[in-house]
């Protein structure tokens, strides 16, 4: 695997391949990779000739008191991982790297973002967006493959790709669960053993709201027996939000019209200080 820590040398490995006809997919990570992240490169190694893996703890989409400084970050242990897996390039640029002293450039991609997780964490779609574009530029993919866990990014990103006119493909990567349905997360690792036990209650919470709207209640009433099944999964977790939402727009809904545009249940809750994500598209 070809390690390589700038953006210039990252230019020079990728035009060798582009130039000999070969196509490129990409999977960008902060790192701590677990086995979604894998599944995402998996994804990326069946439909694309050469792989390029990102590990990149991105200041801009943290907050002032968020996790930046604590997040995990195991890089030999996933050079390791990703080695195994045979992905051939891996790009960890420094911050310097990234954003060269001076830049004042930042995407902002409308309303969407400023709702749910943008609501919580004031400008974090900024800095994903931003930091997404430049990662885009510095690989030039034909593909691009995020996982459905962060709906609202994967939302986000295609929206920012549709309106800047990005020439890659977004591929969407299901869920990874363990085998009791908590969606993986880097920070599940923050969880006690009692908080471990008790974040089954997101995916429990989205279960019934999907089963509540399959048999005919509204959304108001299936969130509201989402909301009483968290409570009595998670006594321990404090839910943020719990909606379900127009996919591409991140627009709430309040009539669940089957064979409408794609609908997608999401909820956020915190467990002491971790705050843990997940969703599930809804069928029609
Ligand atoms: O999903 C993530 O890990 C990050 O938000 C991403 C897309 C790598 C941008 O920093």
Known sequence: MLIVETKADL???LNAIRKSGQTIGFVPTMGALHEGHLSLM???KQQFDVTVASIFVNPTQFGPNEDFSKYPRTLEIDKAMLERDGIDVLFVPSVLDMYPK???TSIHVGEMTELYEGAIRPGHFDGVATVVAILFNAVQPDGAIFGQKDAQQ????KRMVRDLALPVNIIVGDTSREADG???SSRNRYLNADERRESIGLIKALNIVERELHAGDTILMAKQAGIETFEAFSPLGKLEYLDVVDSETFQPM?????N???LTAIIAARFGSTRLIDNLPLTP
């Open 11 to 13: 230019r020079t490995a």
């Open 254 to 258: 309040t009539s669940f019209e089957p």
């Open 102 to 104: 001076g830049q004042t």
């Open 154 to 157: 994967v939302a986000v990103i």
């Open 42 to 44: 998996q994804m990326s």
């Open 260 to 262: 409408r545009r794609p």
């Open 182 to 184: 908590l969606a993986m």
